[in-house]
């Protein structure tokens, strides 16, 4: 099958095999994000998925843990989702996790009863778009919920058996206020008790609403001497009551990124944000965009060094 658009997933994900059921994302608002900006959702036909399926059968794959992609596969219909689980089941019969991207908004549009099926057919980690605890943030940046929405529809998947890792974006709340979202995300992330977080760490394209924003001066982007700052007071705050939270945080532009399991790897971590902010404090501003002449260099999120 010939991919459209850019591959995106969660690092979690990378070593599953992606199989395509929607091609870009169905909401396409969120005013930082220039993804699938360039593409019409759609669903792909049933056929097509099953030729994907077959395809990979007969090279010889036997996939344990299947990613469906595209943006927000999640979106699709409770029956049609369940369609494409017992196809999965048929073809590799040895696959017992399958994980998607999920909005806020395509898990309140399902009953519990439809996330009880789709968790008892093997549907098991949902990768939802938190970025933000901060309300104004969140419509600012036109995501589509909002922080109470976020945290009953949470409870929900896991209700139905299902795990919620959370994305977040340091950066996100804008200038000067990293460690006010930081606090807000932290006591959020608390209460909802995601099993995994990834921080991306915000990045400024010149293609998205969020540009013109800053053109027009109704954002003022934070330093990423700010980001990590914020970064680190998320990784001083998380709370991991005996359970093994795991946190992954990408800085793509200064190419930096901190692992690890936070009841064990916190002090390393900690240190590991220290010994940066030291270092960019010493620097001139640097901003993660795509149209100053302090570009970002790193080309992918594999292209990073200094992994704790
Ligand atoms: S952040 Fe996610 S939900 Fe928002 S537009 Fe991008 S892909 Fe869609």
New binding site residues.
């Given amino acids: 099958m010939d991919y459209e658009g850019r591959i995106c997933r969660s690092p979690m994900e990378k070593s599953s095999y992606m199989l395509p059921v929607t091609v870009g994302?169905p909401?396409?608002?969120?005013h930082f994000?220039n993804?699938?900006r360039d593409l019409h959702y759609r669903e792909l036909p049933f056929s097509q998925i099953e030729e994907e399926l077959r395809r990979v059968q007969n090279a010889g794959g036997k996939p344990k843990k299947i990613f469906l992609g595209d943006?927000?596969a999640f979106s699709l219909k409770t029956e049609q989702l369940l369609k494409i689980l017992n196809l999965i089941h048929q073809y590799f019969p040895e696959c017992d996790i399958i994980n998607s991207d999920a909005?806020v908004t395509s898990i309140r549009m399902k009953t519990d009863e439809e996330l009880r099926a789709l968790s008892e057919n093997g549907y098991k980690h949902l990768y939802i778009?938190i970025e933000s605890g901060l309300q104004d943030v969140l419509s600012f940046m036109h995501k589509?919920h909002d922080v109470v929405e976020a945290e009953r529809e949470i409870a929900r998947i896991k209700n139905a058996g299902m795990i919620y890792d959370a994305h977040i974006m340091s950066g996100v709340a804008g200038k000067e206020r990293g460690i006010e979202n930081a606090e807000a995300l932290a006591a959020f992330l608390n209460r909802t008790k995601p099993e995994f977080v990834v921080n991306f760490s915000m990045f400024i394209s010149s293609d998205t609403p969020l540009y013109q924003d800053i053109v027009k001066g109704s954002f003022q982007p934070a330093t990423e001497l700010e980001n990590l700052k914020e970064d680190r007071r998320v990784v001083e705050l998380l709370a991991t009551d005996g359970t093994e939270l795991f946190y992954d945080s990408f800085h793509d532009c200064i190419r930096k990124r901190v692992w690890g399991t936070l009841a064990k790897d916190r002090e390393k971590m900690l240190k590991q944000l220290d010994k940066w902010i030291e270092e960019f404090e010493k620097k001139e501003s640097i901003y993660a965009t795509d149209f100053s002449y302090k570009n970002c260099p790193a080309q992918t999120m594999f292209d990073l060094e200094n992994i704790v």
């Fill in positions: 994302c909401y396409n608002g969120c994000c993804l699938f943006g927000c909005t778009g589509e």
